[in-house]
């Protein structure tokens, strides 16, 4: 869920952007305060924070509302989905058209269109205009999307506009870290304000965000207009794209770590994206509690995955990060298996007030677990790629993980509606015991770098 209906819309048009071969840069702390330096650079990643956060608050307080009137996992799964397919049909088209209009334009008038749009759903029940009704969500959501992919490109094509050459791959790298991190602390929040805003307030403060962006792209100074070099047809632009996806594709593939790290952040992320379409549900049904109150499982997983995060970025590298992240699979999904199994049978024993002490502490567990894949994996794939092609590989394998993610979704969300969220999170929480037993078994992942 990135910025325009997807967390990977932004990586996919990272994907696009590093032309031509840049002289390395650290892609750590150091490289990004190189990056940072730039005040135009830094509106630029201030309006990406804004919107990022704008666009999660959006998404899940949609989750929340149409579980709400639907009361089916399925409508909150398949409001994921027509939140990220979007990307995946429109991401070229949409760079082709931020190649050919001024950039700083674009992004600033797709903020606020976005703000607008965010704006729509408390105006239906304000009017009385489709009110309670699911389809005109749906509506605003698959044209949020749409709208959002043409933001995401032309804020990654404005990079290397903004900073020095040799701090490309570190402002790239920066922005990739902001998608995961944004993702990681506002859906929690976007739980906790609608409990304390009440359902509508999220919707304004998502449109404040998106107000924010706009106005921090206004003040870059730097002209972001394009040139008639950036120029290009739909077709060369679908036949670059292909291309890409095909060279990205043997590369993963002739490499020893990248297979692991893809594979097991993509795991990942469908279980980060189906957890967000059952948890109203599961609030509701296990827990006993409001759908609103999904804070009590978010924020403490938050919270398990910045500490985990924390730790493991002291010890960076590659050497220990596919054991670590192994590892980290199978503690998530441990605590998935007991999240899916032991409510259920507390409750038939009558200790209900166990209920929600058990699940914060299973959730930190989770959240640490989870923590110890994605910035494993985030580090594999950056030290395992090179400066000039990481953008490439980046867009086109998030551009898969895009499509991978809608079966499963789908499937999990129909499931839970038949035998109930708890059952579709323990077979999870086994399927990830499973796979980070097996990866730590056949020591998938850990062998040595070579150069491409």
Same mark, same amino acid.
């Given at each position: 869920?990135?910025?325009?209906?997807?967390?990977?819309?932004?990586?996919?048009?990272?994907?696009?952007?590093?032309?031509?071969?840049?002289?390395?840069?650290? =892609?750590? =702390?150091?490289?990004?305060?190189?990056?940072?330096?730039? !005040?135009?650079?830094?509106?630029? $990643?201030?309006?990406?924070?804004?919107?990022?956060?704008?666009?999660?608050?959006?998404?899940?307080?949609?989750?929340l509302?149409?579980?709400?009137?639907?009361?089916?996992? %399925?409508?909150?799964?398949?409001?994921?989905?027509?939140?990220?397919?979007?990307?995946?049909?429109? @991401?070229?088209?949409?760079?082709?058209?931020?190649? !050919?209009?001024?950039?700083?334009?674009?992004? #600033? $008038?797709?903020?606020?269109?976005?703000?607008?749009?965010? /704006?729509?759903?408390?105006? /239906?029940?304000?009017?009385?205009?489709?009110?309670h009704?699911?389809?005109?969500?749906?509506?605003?959501?698959?044209?949020?999307?749409?709208?959002?992919?043409?933001?995401? =490109?032309?804020?990654?094509?404005s990079?290397?506009?903004?900073?020095?050459?040799?701090?490309?791959?570190?402002?790239?790298?920066?922005?990739?870290v902001?998608?995961? #991190?944004?993702?990681?602390?506002?859906?929690?929040?976007?739980?906790?304000?609608?409990?304390?805003?009440?359902?509508?307030?999220?919707?304004?403060f998502?449109?404040?965000?998106?107000?924010?962006?706009?106005?921090a792209? $206004?003040?870059?100074?730097? !002209?972001?207009?394009?040139?008639?070099?950036?120029?290009?047809?739909?077709?060369?632009?679908?036949?670059?794209?292909? *291309?890409?996806?095909?060279e990205?594709?043997?590369?993963?593939?002739? @490499?020893?770590?990248?297979?692991?790290?893809?594979? #097991?952040?993509?795991?990942?992320?469908?279980?980060?994206f189906?957890i967000?379409?059952?948890?109203?549900?599961?609030?509701?049904h296990?827990? %006993?509690?409001?759908?609103?109150?999904?804070?009590?499982?978010?924020?403490?997983?938050?919270?398990? #995955?910045?500490?985990?995060?924390?730790?493991?970025?002291r010890?960076?590298?590659?050497?220990g990060?596919?054991?670590?992240? @192994?590892?980290? /699979?199978? /503690?998530?999904?441990?605590?998935?298996?007991?999240?899916?199994?032991?409510?259920?049978?507390?409750?038939?024993?009558?200790?209900?007030?166990?209920?929600?002490?058990?699940?914060?502490?299973?959730?930190?567990?989770?959240g640490?677990?989870?923590?110890?894949?994605? &910035?494993?994996?985030?580090?594999?794939?950056?030290?395992?790629?090179?400066?000039?092609?990481?953008?490439?590989?980046f867009?086109?394998?998030?551009?898969? &993980?895009?499509?991978?993610?809608?079966?499963?979704?789908?499937?999990?969300g129909?499931?839970?509606?038949?035998?109930?969220? @708890? *059952?579709?999170?323990?077979?999870?929480?086994?399927?990830?015991?499973?796979?980070?037993?097996?990866?730590?078994?056949?020591? $998938?992942g850990?062998?040595?770098?070579?150069?491409?």
């Amino acid at each position: 869920m990135g910025s325009g209906g997807d967390i990977f819309a932004p990586m996919t048009a990272v994907g696009q952007m590093v032309p031509g071969t840049q002289r390395p840069s650290s =892609p750590g =702390p150091a490289g990004f305060r190189q990056a940072l330096a730039s !005040r135009d650079f830094r509106l630029l $990643w201030a309006a990406q924070v804004a919107a990022q956060l704008g666009d999660k608050f959006f998404a899940f307080s949609l989750l929340l509302s149409i579980y709400s009137l639907t009361h089916l996992y %399925l409508s909150d799964a398949a409001l994921l989905l027509a939140y990220t397919i979007p990307a995946v049909f429109l @991401s070229v088209p949409a760079g082709i058209f931020a190649d !050919r209009y001024d950039k700083k334009v674009l992004m #600033m $008038w797709t903020n606020l269109s976005r703000g607008i749009l965010v /704006l729509g759903v408390p105006l /239906l029940e304000l009017t009385g205009v489709a009110q309670h009704q699911v389809a005109p969500l749906y509506a605003i959501t698959l044209v949020f999307a749409g709208v959002g992919q043409l933001f995401a =490109p032309a804020e990654a094509a404005s990079i290397p506009n903004l900073v020095r050459r040799e701090d490309v791959p570190a402002a790239t790298s920066l922005f990739t870290v902001t998608i995961v #991190m944004t993702l990681v602390v506002s859906v929690p929040l976007a739980s906790l304000a609608q409990r304390v805003l009440g359902q509508e307030g999220p919707y304004y403060f998502g449109a404040s965000l998106f107000a924010l962006a706009s106005g921090a792209i $206004w003040l870059i100074r730097a !002209r972001l207009a394009a040139t008639h070099s950036e120029s290009r047809s739909v077709a060369r632009g679908i036949g670059r794209t292909v *291309d890409e996806v095909r060279e990205v594709l043997v590369v993963i593939r002739e @490499s020893p770590i990248l297979p692991f790290a893809f594979g #097991m952040l993509t795991l990942a992320l469908v279980i980060v994206f189906t957890i967000f379409a059952l948890s109203a549900g599961y609030m509701q049904h296990v827990l %006993l509690r409001r759908p609103q109150d999904s804070y009590i499982l978010l924020v403490p997983a938050t919270v398990g #995955m910045v500490l985990a995060g924390t730790l493991i970025s002291r010890r960076p590298g590659i050497s220990g990060g596919a054991r670590r992240a @192994s590892l980290g /699979l199978t /503690l998530a999904g441990a605590a998935m298996l007991v999240l899916g199994v032991l409510p259920p049978v507390l409750r038939q024993l009558g200790v209900d007030g166990a209920l929600v002490p058990l699940a914060i502490g299973l959730a930190v567990i989770f959240g640490a677990g989870l923590g110890a894949v994605l &910035i494993p994996c985030l580090v594999l794939i950056q030290e395992g790629t090179e400066e000039t092609t990481r953008g490439r590989i980046f867009g086109g394998a998030f551009l898969l &993980i895009n499509l991978a993610i809608a079966l499963p979704l789908l499937v999990a969300g129909a499931v839970a509606d038949v035998v109930g969220a @708890s *059952d579709v999170i323990a077979v999870l929480g086994v399927c990830l015991v499973a796979a980070g037993g097996l990866a730590l078994g056949r020591s $998938w992942g850990q062998g040595p770098v070579t150069a491409r």
